[in-house]
């Protein structure tokens, strides 16, 4: 039980008693809803394969991979669930089909892993449950499928959470992916070394993603791309109230849930010198004419495959010549980023690229206070006062995917074709900072785009935003005018 003001029987303090009279009548005249024309997941034949990797690399092994359970927001109320990354990427159930405290458990068999699923199933008319449980009950949260149901789509044997406890008490050598689910982590012994490696690699294999994945992943920048011509088409409401900034962010989130399960991530909507702060997500900032708007977000789609994309645009509509000047700067450090895209260099060598030409640019702006080499050096890095974060992460399930990779297999590893990753420079110069003319101090721009690793370069998934300054202008001009 995830919240604490809940019964063990998920009711509520103030829950109305049920009498006898009730209970007896509820479980009578309900007609038979099975639910027909269900088709397997198109997802199943890749979650076998990795199912089969992850089976080959722990041979012998029992793992236990839960989906995750309900998260309090406050007292008995909960945020909506979001299954675990590794637990969605090895079975298929998408957010809409997921199901609080599912199991994943891979079963070790003389000649690999049989995979059984352990779900909370639907609610049957006869029990309370269906009425009473405010947690799992039907007629709380609405239907989920059956044992049968779920086999059908997921192609996986299924069984009932409530068999769970049983098999874990056996002394089948046991590694459990530990941390989200304090039931499940209380009946398996601690390894601490070997879940540690399931975790890593659970987190490496997604680094390459197969053909689904990345349809999934063209879906969410597709999506997302709409998200961003609605905040388009938001500004003038959002300069005509207080706290514009919250207009911003809820035309992108109408569109991330009309289209998608959820937002990425909390999306940043900074306005102004907001634009400077690198996770701004207050976004009680006014939105004023002759300011930047800063806004850096994407949408997660059923699959849990979500789009990260950053754009600064003018909010009315033309860039200043400092503006551009700094905008101008960050697009040309993007496409050096861009170029060092391809199957064979090393990750790092993104983030480089980028730095070279943000280092170039401020030099020539007279305010490193060092030379170019000098800053670029390992011990220098004078440049990054104006430009601290990484110029690239993975992505995937997760908005920063893949994190419990080995550094040899991400941030000092080679790049593979089928990798998706983010390439995305910026500049942040705080309305304090004296060393910079007044006339850029406040100004900050980044540019964020998702790309694909080919085997000969490089493929930008959300090219259809425009970036260049002048596209931008007329981008925002063709949707205001509509």
Not at 297 to 313: F, L, P, Q, V
Not at 336 to 348: D, E, P, R, Y
């Amino acid at each position: 039980m995830s919240s604490a003001s809940k019964n063990e029987d998920g009711t509520r303090n103030y829950d109305l008693p049920t009498p006898l009279g009730m209970a007896e009548f509820m479980k009578q005249g309900w007609a038979p809803t099975p639910l027909v024309g269900i088709k397997e997941s198109e997802a199943v034949r890749f979650c076998r394969d990795r199912r089969t990797k992850l089976s080959n690399e722990f041979f012998g092994t029992r793992l236990v991979i839960p989906a995750g359970a309900l998260k309090v927001r406050t007292n008995d109320t909960d945020y909506r669930f979001r299954a675990h990354s590794a637990f969605s990427w090895l079975t298929g159930i998408t957010a809409s089909e997921s199901v609080p405290e599912s199991v994943l458990v891979m079963e070790p068999r003389s000649n690999g892993h049989e995979a059984l699923l352990y779900i909370h199933p639907r609610s049957t008319r006869d029990s309370e449950e269906f009425y009473r449980d405010a947690t799992h009950g039907e007629f709380w949260v609405g239907r989920r499928m059956t044992t049968e149901e779920t086999e059908k789509r997921f192609g996986i044997k299924v069984m009932h959470i409530d068999t769970l406890p049983g098999v874990l008490r056996d002394a089948t050598d046991t590694v459990v992916l530990r941390g989200h689910d304090k039931a499940v982590d209380k009946r398996v012994e601690k390894h601490k070394k070997r879940e540690k490696a399931l975790d890593s690699w659970l987190s490496a294999a997604r680094l390459v993603k197969d053909s689904y994945e990345i349809n999934e992943m063209q879906k969410a920048v597709d999506a997302t791309a709409r998200g961003f011509v609605d905040i388009v088409k938001s500004i003038p409401a959002a300069t005509s109230v207080k706290r514009g900034e919250r207009i911003i962010e809820s035309a992108f989130f109408g569109r991330a849930r009309l289209e998608g399960n959820e937002l990425g991530y909390d999306t940043i909507a900074a306005a102004g010198a907001h634009a400077c702060i690198l996770h701004w997500i207050k976004n009680d900032g006014d939105v004023r004419p002759g300011d930047l708007m800063l806004v850096d977000a994407g949408i997660e789609m059923e699959s849990h495959y979500t789009a990260d994309i950053t754009r600064t645009i003018p909010i009315n509509g033309k860039f200043t010549p400092a503006q551009r000047h700094i905008y101008t700067l960050v697009y040309e450090a993007q496409k050096a980023g861009f170029n060092a895209v391809k199957a064979g260099a090393k990750f790092k060598d993104i983030n480089d690229a980028a730095q070279a030409v943000l280092a170039q640019g401020l030099a020539e702006m007279g305010v490193l206070p060092v030379s170019i080499g000098d800053s670029l050096k390992e011990d220098g890095g004078y440049h990054r006062r104006w430009s601290v974060h990484g110029t690239s992460h993975m992505l995937g399930m997760d908005v920063h995917d893949c994190a419990q990779a080995r550094n040899d297999q991400y941030r000092d590893g080679v790049l593979e074709a089928g990798m998706i990753l983010t390439v995305e420079p910026g500049l942040y110069i705080h309305p304090d900072d004296e060393l910079f003319p007044a006339e850029y101090r406040g100004i900050g721009v980044r540019i964020e785009d998702d790309v694909l690793v080919t085997k000969t370069g490089y493929q930008n998934l959300s090219r259809s935003l425009p970036s260049h300054p002048d596209e931008v202008e007329v981008w925002m001009a063709n949707i205001l005018r509509q």
